[in-house]
């Protein structure tokens, strides 16, 4: 019999997780062939969360929960899932607010077992019923990263995934401080298939991303996986060269046939703006990628555990 493991992050879920829990008990019942574990991740809720988890654990071995200290974000949660995922042969990635339809499970299985493939990813064919300016940032979002790094993020993308051991192994090897789950999967290759659904909206309570946590995020992304940014600052450098070359010539030329009358200080001003603006964009692009590197070198722990079913 194969075995699957749930790695279900949560953050204040106490309304969804219960619609979560019903509805995949429908799915392991159908799917009789396969044993399951469900990994529930609290990472630092404040509300009954942890609670609910405590009394499933109880009432249903199959759930296990792993609790944090405070709230470490998404990615810190799957990291701590998949840390703590024993033995079996499959691994699944999947969101408590349905908006990842648990019915898409047994065919993700089916794909992994009958046709040699060692990942399933589901991706959104529309964004239906998001706010328009948030489908329009991650529309260029994408555009941005798929452009200047040398991995693939597939639009409409979700993290949720169903894949091998050897996917597993290789994710938790990279046990960066700087965590971008959708990059690192297109980072350690393997085979990948992708089913495409129509966008669900939540089951229940609210989206736990801002548009300033998801630029955030964003960000995240592509530093983590390009370095294209760090060469603006030379290229623009190289380009003021040359223009301020032209910009000399022509004004020693003027000079020597029309003499030197004092203007054009307004120009002079436009210009020491500009030029400061792009020198302190440099600077700051710069300044990111070292936040990272520094973040990195202290190797603080990426998540830290208060409380797990394994203890009890
Ligand atoms: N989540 C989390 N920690 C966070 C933010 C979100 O564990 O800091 C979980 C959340 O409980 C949910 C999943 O990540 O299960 C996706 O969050 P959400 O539905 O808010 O994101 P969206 O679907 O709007 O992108
Ligand atoms: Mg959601």
């Given at each position: 019999m194969k075995k699957i493991s749930v790695i279900i992050p949560c953050w204040n879920e106490e309304e969804a997780l219960p619609i979560y829990?019903?509805?995949?008990?429908?799915?392991?019942?159908?799917?009789?062939?396969?044993?399951?574990?469900?990994?529930?991740?609290?990472?630092?809720s404040t509300d009954d969360t942890l609670i609910f988890l405590r009394g499933l654990n109880k009432k249903d071995p199959r759930c296990r929960f792993f609790s944090f200290s405070r709230n470490f974000g998404k990615e810190a949660a799957i990291y701590a899932g998949l840390k703590n995922v024993q033995g079996g042969d499959f691994v699944a990635i999947m969101d408590v607010d349905m908006q990842d339809p648990p019915?898409?499970?047994?065919?993700?299985?089916?794909?992994?077992?009958?046709?040699?493939?060692?990942?399933?990813?589901?991706?959104?064919?529309?964004?239906?019923?998001?706010?328009?300016?948030?489908?329009?940032?991650?529309?260029?979002?994408?555009?941005?990263?798929?452009?200047?790094?040398?991995?693939?993020i597939v639009r409409g993308a979700r993290d949720y995934r169903v894949f091998n051991m050897k996917v597993m192994n290789a994710v938790i090897e990279m046990g960066e401080y700087n965590r971008f789950s959708k990059g690192l999967f297109e980072w350690v290759g393997f085979r990948t298939k992708w089913l495409e659904y129509d966008n669900v909206e939540r089951s229940a309570g609210d989206t736990k991303w801002t548009i300033w946590k998801l630029f955030l995020y964003s960000l995240e992304g592509i530093t983590s996986f390009s370095a294209v940014p760090l060469s603006f600052a030379a290229v623009t450098g190289l380009l003021f060269c040359v223009v301020s070359f032209f910009m000399v010539l022509f004004i020693v030329v003027r000079t020597l046939i029309w003499g030197d009358p004092v203007s054009g200080w307004p120009s002079l001003v436009c210009i020491i703006f500009l030029v400061g603006g792009i020198q302190l964009f440099c600077t700051g692009i710069l300044g990111h990628y070292l936040s990272k590197i520094y973040m990195e070198t202290k190797h603080r722990p990426i998540f830290i555990m208060k409380e797990s079913s394994d203890e009890l």
């Open positions: 829990y019903n509805k995949m008990c429908e799915m392991m019942e159908q799917m009789t062939e396969v044993k399951f574990e469900l990994l529930f991740v609290d990472d630092g019915e898409l499970l047994p065919e993700m299985y089916y794909i992994l077992q009958s046709e040699g493939y060692d990942c399933v990813g589901a991706k959104r064919s529309n964004r239906v019923g998001e706010p328009r300016i948030r489908s329009y940032l991650s529309e260029k979002f994408y555009k941005v990263i798929n452009r200047i790094s040398k991995i693939e």
